[in-house]
């Protein structure tokens, strides 16, 4: 162990070999700076760019802090949207596998109440919510606080955007003032000062870098007029031939017509949005990681909190109005060493935005014209990765084994065939090659995971 980079802080030797299990070999700078502080107990501020590795650095905090033999709410995570807070307890879920009989809840809108209150009547260790509906159970009385050990702001900054402020200060006054308060942000705004010095004692403060290193993104700006935006977006998938790739929209109904367009040329799409339901989100999202769809068109909403490995490129359909967002947006390729491509289309009325992004980056915008790009009218973007829906999850005690265990065994599929394995409480998929979808298929209509028949279907 005295090898592995985690051996140098204070966390159990289960919970380090649980961190190699995971791939977790070395620690971020994130993770490095504020990871002694949170362990000493210390509350901690923090900058931190989308994709840092900020949540194993308050995940293995706050599992620290938990007596998993005391039943009550030790730690709360408060993030701004559905989708992060199901990235957070995913997460959080694994760093906890060397833990024994922690609980963790997810409190968040698109799930019935009904069926959190009956989640709740055992209690639990970690609660992962928005503050909306967390105030909500607060209201009810369907949740307590007064134990709480660990409580985490996570993308402060976007909760305040969404006018959270006040839910926030509500759901701290139930909270014990012993408690240890961890605030992430990506950028600090002077709300973010404020909060922190009402809320937090004497924080530990930690920033990160929070651009990409020069000549990792390559960012290209194509001028238009508003009636050419598909003709170029479908331009730039022809030239660049990304193999996967996040269009960035305003709205939700440019969303859908834009993964229309692309799913009409051959380039695979779907869009997430709020009108959604939360089951078709998650379905969304899961296609999305597991790449059986390799095109993502989001709002900046929905996109919130995307933990992506590998994007080759990022798609501005059009520009937004803060350069922040624009840099959050393209922050999400270029990761881990890799190059990634920035590719943005304005009209000239949008000008004054590529300004301010230039101003914000403090350098120049490359600009090129569309017809400069080689188009290949033959070019498609398929995968030859499915997923298959199951219709049992978490709360029916199946875990990523057994579903492998099945597939490998009794159905005589090989492991290089399958990929990725998401449980949700209800339901569980798994993403599988094209080539062996038959055989996953006919082996699930009339076989069985964990002695117990389920049904599937492709989605």
Do not use: W
């Amino acid at each position: 162990m005295a090898n592995h980079i985690f051996s140098s802080i204070k966390i159990p030797v289960a919970q380090i070999k649980n961190l190699q299990s995971l791939g977790l070999n070395t620690m971020t700078p994130i993770q490095e700076q504020s990871l002694p502080h949170i362990l000493k107990g210390k509350d901690i501020i923090a900058r931190a760019k989308t994709g840092s590795g900020k949540t194993a650095a308050f995940g293995i905090g706050l599992l620290n802090n938990i007596n998993p033999h005391i039943s009550n709410v030790q730690a709360l995570v408060l993030c701004p949207t559905r989708e992060l807070a199901n990235q957070i307890g995913r997460e959080i879920r694994k760093l906890a596998r060397s833990v024994h009989n922690i609980k963790l809840v997810l409190l968040c809108g698109g799930i019935t109440i009904s069926s959190q209150i009956s989640s709740m009547k055992h209690s639990a260790h970690i609660i992962v919510g928005t503050p909306g509906r967390i105030q909500d159970h607060l209201h009810r009385k369907t949740l307590k606080l007064h134990n709480l050990k660990t409580l985490v702001l996570d993308e402060a900054d976007r909760m305040l955007d969404m006018g959270f402020v006040e839910i926030i200060y509500n759901i701290i006054s139930q909270t014990p003032k012993s408690r240890q308060t961890l605030l992430f942000s990506a950028t600090y705004p002077v709300g973010i000062n404020k909060i922190s010095h009402s809320i937090q004692k004497n924080p530990i403060s930690v920033e990160v870098e929070l651009e990409h290193k020069t000549g990792v993104i390559e960012q290209i700006f194509y001028q238009a007029n508003k009636y050419d935006r598909n003709e170029i977006l479908l331009a730039i998938f022809e030239h660049f031939q990304p193999k996967t790739a996040i269009v960035f929209c305003y709205t939700k109904k440019q969303c859908d017509k834009i993964a229309l367009f692309l799913r009409a040329h051959r380039i695979q799409a779907l869009a997430i949005h709020s009108d959604l339901t939360q089951s078709e989100r998650d379905q969304v999202l899961v296609r999305f990681t597991n790449n059986s769809c390799l095109v993502l068109v989001a709002t900046d909403v929905a996109a919130r909190g995307l933990d992506i490995k590998s994007l080759h490129a990022v798609i501005n359909y059009e520009l937004p109005r803060d350069p922040k967002i624009y840099t959050h947006r393209i922050g999400r390729t270029g990761r881990a060493g890799e190059q990634g491509r920035a590719l943005s289309i304005f009209t000239t009325s949008e000008q004054v935005r590529m300004h301010a992004i230039e101003y914000y980056q403090n350098k120049p915008c490359c600009c090129d014209v569309y017809e400069s790009l080689e188009r290949n009218p033959n070019f498609k973007l398929q995968s030859n990765i499915v997923t298959i829906q199951l219709d049992a999850g978490r709360k029916h005690k199946i875990r990523p084994g057994d579903i492998l265990g099945a597939l490998t065994g009794d159905a005589g599929l090989i492991c290089s065939h399958i990929g990725n394995i998401d449980i949700f409480d209800m339901s569980a998929y798994v993403a599988v090659n094209k080539i062996a979808l038959r055989q996953a298929m006919n082996y699930l209509e009339h076989g069985k995971v964990k002695g117990r028949t389920i049904r599937a279907r492709r989605i």
